[in-house]
């Protein structure tokens, strides 16, 4: 009897283990899950808009305005901003993000992400890149510290399961889409000609 529930203790524990061991993630139609867009093994996306008529100098202004609304460290951004080549590159971010169990009988949040964007004006049509996507730590219990902060590329694995690991993924591309719009949303609507 004694063996028996040693042998489930021992059982319990190995498949709690195997549930939070670190491990890779699956890459489905050259996406991380079949949702985060891989480039050359990392994820990336890059998105190209065309505006007829907004010169590089319009479009390089209203860039750094948005930036200044959106990115984590504007500062840093606009300080890095060249207004010889048009380019800004900064760094953005992602917490608070609910990932919710099974039967919705469970919620952590899930680790924060860190990204650095690169917006490239040019006439007529700008590039935003969003690049070197960082995990940290493992993510947590509602309600509870951190049990890990380590920092790590997101391609590099995940702590959750492929399920709670696509719900992250998913609002980490929902996020980035957004961020997307509104840059193009808030060009358009600030080089709109004033009569």
């Not at 993000?97 to 006439?123: D, L, W």
């Amino acid at each position: 009897m004694r063996r028996i529930s040693t042998l489930i203790g021992i059982l319990i524990c190995l498949s709690l283990w195997a549930c939070t061991s670190f491990r890779p993630v699956k890459v489905i139609d050259q996406k991380l899950l079949g949702v985060l867009p891989l480039y050359e093994g990392k994820v990336t996306y890059v998105d190209v808009q065309n505006l007829k008529g907004v010169s590089d100098v319009a479009m390089f202004r209203q860039a750094r305005r948005w930036v200044a609304f959106h990115v984590r460290n504007p500062k840093d951004a606009l300080e890095i901003g060249d207004f010889d080549t048009k380019d800004i590159i900064g760094s953005g971010g992602i917490d608070n993000m609910v990932i919710t169990g099974k039967k919705g009988s469970f919620q952590y949040y899930a680790p924060e992400v860190s990204y650095t964007v690169t917006i490239e004006c040019y006439p007529s049509m700008y590039r935003i890149t969003y690049s070197s996507f960082y995990l940290y730590g493992n993510g947590m219990e509602k309600g509870k510290l951190p049990t890990d902060e380590r920092r790590y590329a997101i391609e590099s694995g995940t702590w959750a399961t492929d399920e709670n690991a696509k719900q992250h993924f998913i609002q980490i591309d929902e996020h980035v889409k957004r961020m997307g719009a509104s840059l193009h949303d808030f060009i358009v609507e600030n080089t709109a000609t004033i009569e």
